[in-house]
């Protein structure tokens, strides 16, 4: 029996999708997958239903370097809304305390927010999709188990409250900026605690990632929009290079018969190598055609060994 022909085309590239309200990072993924019509498709760091904003759709072999958008920090504009905590830590989950946060001030908020800028350790979130023995703490969550966490390190680069509304139900928008691994949730709830009146997310909205801006992104609307019932190669347009997730390495370019022995896996010499970094570095690797070849990482002896390489390189 003949193998099944995959669905889809083959197409290589990042998306920059604005996810919308009430969606799944998975079901935007999936969304975007059949718009493009494409084969392979993954994100690069989910956003809750209740979050909007940048999420990178990394396509066919550009899933090969997610782990860059991964990594990234992320910017994020928020609402915290004071006086109610919540078993997730946002406005989706049951409310475990009320508090009458009438009293508090924004004089207080600020000063509050400052304990929580630089470097700093947090707990995550039972409803995070950290894994524990396998398993995503929100599926543990879901069935009523609670297990320790760590904490761990994260850096909060920028911290602002940028509006401050009082009432039993104060709320103050923020804007953030932050390492990867940071959980926006969990930095409402700390500080619902150290102001003493419990604190959730009421609004989340993701405004940067990595190199990426709200501004640069496009939604599910406007994509579905655009194609219409026309073919889906009508919105490759709107892919960005296979190496941008890359983007931020030093560019190392290679004679065609370096490029030959780097394709078959082999370490290759180039008088460029130090000039652009040491012992370690990763670079992204281009033929004198111009074509990506892939990822490689600088050896201590002054070459270049291939490390993640683009297919038919």
């Not at 979130?125 to 879901?142: D, F, T, V």
């Not at 190392?252 to 180039?270: A, I, K, Q, T």
């Not at 055609?289 to 990482?297: A, C, I, K, Y």
Request: aromatic share 8%; proline share 5%.
């Amino acid at each position: 029996m003949g193998r099944r022909p995959k669905w889809g085309r083959q197409i290589d590239g990042v998306l920059l999708l604005n996810k919308p309200l009430g969606v799944s990072s998975n079901d935007a993924l999936q969304k975007a997958k059949r718009l493009f019509f494409a084969n392979r498709a993954g994100h690069t760091g989910a956003l809750d239903p209740l979050a909007t904003g940048v999420l990178p759709i990394c396509f066919g072999e550009a899933t090969k370097f997610s782990q860059y958008l991964l990594d990234a920090d992320k910017r994020y504009r928020s609402t915290f809304r004071f006086g109610t905590a919540t078993e997730t830590g946002d406005s989706d989950g049951d409310v475990v305390s009320r508090t009458d946060a009438s009293a508090l001030t924004e004089q207080a908020v600020r000063e509050a927010m400052r304990a929580f800028e630089g470097e700093i350790e947090q707990v995550p979130s039972m409803y995070s999709a950290l894994k524990h023995q396998g398993q995503p703490l929100y599926k543990l969550a879901r069935q009523g188990i609670t297990v320790e966490r760590e904490a761990r390190p994260v850096t909060i680069f920028h911290y602002e409250l940028l509006a401050f509304r009082p009432g039993r139900h104060a709320e103050a928008d923020i804007e953030v900026h932050c390492s990867k691994g940071t959980y926006v949730r969990t930095l409402a709830e700390d500080l619902g605690e150290a102001l003493g009146v419990g604190a959730h997310v009421a609004m989340l909205h993701r405004s940067g990632a990595g190199p990426f801006v709200e501004a640069d992104a496009v939604t599910l609307e406007e994509l579905q929009q655009e194609r219409g019932e026309g073919p889906a190669e009508v919105l490759d347009h709107h892919l960005l290079a296979v190496d941008t997730p890359a983007g931020h390495l030093p560019e190392l370019v290679l004679p065609e018969d370096s490029c030959y022995y780097l394709r078959h896996g082999n370490p290759v010499m180039d008088n460029q190598v130090y000039r652009i970094g040491e012992e370690g570095d990763m670079v992204r690797l281009f033929s004198e055609s111009g074509d990506f070849l892939g990822v490689g990482e600088i050896t201590d002896d002054g070459r270049v060994a291939p490390k993640r390489l683009v297919a038919g390189s």
